[in-house]
């Protein structure tokens, strides 16, 4: 079983539309989380950081849910510029610290 | 804002040719990575390096080197390279501690082996 799991799409929506990716982690003594959004060719860039009280930022709402291992990330009003992978990140600090990628969701928006 | 820069954006190197690539960052993070990311199979780390001179081994060494002679550079060496080495590397600094520890990514490096 991975370490970090996510669906890899691809997802296919119109814009304006909402969507939702889910991710699920193993090791329950991970402590940071993050979504990050890599553009084709591009490098990945941090586009929020997760925390157990959950975080909106204008369309996008992070949720980490501890119990169950899972975080998710919630697109309102999707934009054709949402067009992207979105990585799911995990840190956990037993013995040293490790970071790990998840391999990605795609999304597509049409217009 | 944070800037993490590496040395090319595109290289082509024969196999068995000796490859430097090199990272510089330029917020003081303790912390450098090196990953290569491949077509369906993510990111993967080959090094990191917490401080200057340490380095650990990431899930994929073999074949890799590296060298952090000083905190804001941390490069990356193909001893001998080889075709299945072919990939986009993408070199990344962070903080450490919870809440502090958000890697920043370069542009990332296209090599080709031929």
């Known amino acids: 079983r991975k370490e970090v799991e996510q669906d890899p799409g691809p997802f296919n929506v119109p814009e304006g539309a909402t969507v939702a990716f889910n991710c699920t982690y193993s090791n329950s003594a991970s402590q940071s989380f993050f979504w990050y959004r890599q553009d084709c060719r591009k490098e990945p860039k941090l586009l929020m950081s997760v925390y157990s009280s959950g975080n909106e930022d204008g369309r996008f709402t992070a949720q980490l849910n501890r119990a169950s291992q899972y975080i998710s990330l919630l697109i309102r009003d999707s934009k054709l510029s949402d067009s992207a992978t979105y990585l799911c990140v995990v840190t956990h600090y037993t013995g040293g610290f490790k970071t790990i990628f998840g391999a990605g969701t795609r999304l597509f928006v049409k217009a | 804002d944070v800037k993490v820069t590496q040395s090319s954006r595109y290289l082509v190197k024969r196999t068995g040719e000796k490859v430097f690539l090199e990272c510089v960052q330029d917020?003081?993070?303790?912390?450098m990575f090196w990953y290569r990311q491949d077509p369906g199979l993510g990111l993967r780390l080959i090094y990191f390096?917490?401080?200057?001179?340490?380095?650990e081994k990431g899930d994929i060494p073999e074949g890799y080197s590296v060298s952090r002679e000083k905190k804001e550079r941390f490069s990356l060496i193909l001893e001998s390279a080889s075709t299945n080495q072919t990939s986009m590397y993408l070199c990344?600094?962070?903080?450490?501690?919870?809440?502090?520890?958000?890697?920043?990514f370069g542009p990332g490096t296209r090599l080709t082996v031929l």
């Open positions: 990344a600094s962070s903080q450490t501690g919870v809440g502090t520890d958000t890697q920043y």
């Open positions: 390096s917490y401080d200057v001179k340490m380095k």
């Open positions: 917020m003081d993070h303790e912390n």
